[in-house]
């Protein structure tokens, strides 16, 4: 066991050097670091809820509140549960990497950015599926610009994704349930509403 686990920490700074280095280049030097700073994907967010308020029905309104639970969920349990646990150093903190962006103070296992964003884009799935051919480009962009910019491992990223991808998923089936329920509970007090 310990020399499977040894074999996958292996590939995944294997990957890492290939993605961090080999592939970098001055196009990538450029965007990555706009993509994956958080003042910008905050902007972003922010200009999509105001997208939704403006031109959403009720029932996407209704979701901007749940897609701001999926965030703190998907938020706590990578910052304030798994990273300690796992307490995994970022690479920038223990290998020779092509830095970007600041190192960092906290740990790397999960990535907060991939947890966060894959978290909406999974919950915006369920509920507005149109929206995925969007947002899934632009949450593995992300992603992989943690790479990149040096601050993840790919295996970050994919633990992230996961756990985003669980958290998105279960917090749109009970949106949707809860919101099925008040159709039905409005249309059977319609129906037996007194006559006046």
Request: no cysteine.
């Given at each position: 066991m310990l020399e499977l686990i040894q074999w996958l920490v292996s590939l995944d700074h294997s990957i890492f050097s290939i993605i961090n280095k080999s592939l970098a280049n001055p196009v990538t030097d450029l965007i990555m670091p706009f993509v994956t700073a958080d003042l910008h994907l905050k902007i972003f967010y922010a200009l999509c809820l105001l997208i939704i308020l403006w031109k959403g029905d009720r029932k996407l309104?209704?979701?901007?509140i749940a897609s701001l639970i999926v965030v703190v969920i998907t938020d706590q349990l990578a910052s304030s549960v798994l990273k300690p646990l796992f307490a995994r150093p970022r690479p920038c903190k223990v290998m020779d990497v092509h830095l970007l962006v600041g190192c960092g103070a906290g740990f790397s296992l999960p990535s907060s950015h991939a947890a966060n964003l894959f978290g909406q884009v999974f919950f915006f799935k369920k509920i507005a599926p149109q929206s995925a051919k969007f947002l899934i480009p632009l949450a593995i962009i992300?992603?992989?610009?943690?790479?990149?910019?040096?601050?993840?491992?790919?295996?970050?990223?994919?633990?992230?994704?996961?756990?985003?991808?669980?958290?998105?998923?279960?917090?749109?089936?009970?949106?949707?349930?809860?919101?099925?329920?008040?159709?039905?509970?409005?249309?059977?007090?319609?129906?037996?509403?007194?006559?006046i």
């Open positions: 309104r209704y979701a901007l992300v992603a992989l610009s943690r790479v990149f910019v040096g601050v993840h491992y790919p295996f970050d990223i994919l633990v992230g994704a996961a756990l985003g991808t669980l958290v998105g998923v279960m917090v749109a089936v009970v949106f949707n349930k809860k919101i099925n329920f008040v159709r039905i509970t409005k249309k059977w007090q319609e129906r037996n509403a007194p006559a």
